[in-house]
């Protein structure tokens, strides 16, 4: 750049100085805008990493129709890389809360695996507690700690695959729409 077309340029920037400095301000919010989602992305999932490393949280889910016996989870966990293997069992049920029905995710509880983030009350110690989510709390009428829901599958009695059909709830956790069941 020769020393006319410098001249001429600081005169051009000297007439207009503010919408120079708007377009200086807008090109550097533009800059930080961009520079703090491209940072933010890494940092975010090394908190969900460090997460779920510390809930022991699983890193894959096999589901089959017909179930797995525990020879296939024996034979999971013998694989190249897999640290531990466990088999549970969940089903979709309804549960009558109030006046309305909700649709649930009942799980069982995994020793070692999945640990709960929880909330308040404790974790269930005998057949027929469980923990529900928060968000279940807000069903209804509202499900307290201490309260007992009943599970309904649609079918038989025998079709929930469970021992229990009533839970009184000790615990509410964090994370998704699920019932727990010791």
């Known amino acids: ?11 051009e920037i000297r007439k207009s100085r503010k919408r120079y400095l708007s377009i200086l301000l807008i090109v ?22 460090t997460y779920y490393d510390d809930s022991k949280v699983m890193d894959l889910r096999i589901i089959s129709d017909w179930g797995f016996d525990n020879d296939d989870v024996e034979a999971v966990s013998k ?13 979709d049920i309804v549960c009558p809360l109030g006046d309305k029905r909700y649709n649930l ?9 999945n640990e709960f983030n929880l909330i308040e009350g ?4 005998r057949p027929g507690e469980c923990l529900i989510d ?9 499900v307290e700690v201490g309260d007992t829901i009943t599970l309904e599958a649609g079918r038989s009695d ?10 009184t709830c000790c615990g509410g956790r964090g994370n998704l729409s699920m019932v727990f069941f010791l």
């Open 28 to 49: 550097a919010l533009g800059v930080a805008f961009y520079t703090g989602v491209r940072s933010s992305g890494p940092d975010m999932e090394k908190t969900v990493d």
């Open 1 to 11: 750049m020769n020393h006319i077309t410098r001249l001429e340029l600081f005169r």
């Open 79 to 91: 694989l190249d890389g897999v640290e531990s293997a466990a088999g549970y069992r969940s089903l």
């Open 158 to 167: 025998e079709d929930l695959g469970y021992s229990v059909r009533h839970g």
């Open 122 to 125: 404790r974790l269930p110690t």
């Open 105 to 113: 995710t009942v799980m069982e509880s995994t020793p070692g695996m």
């Open 134 to 142: 928060p968000k279940v709390k807000d069903y209804g009428d509202g």
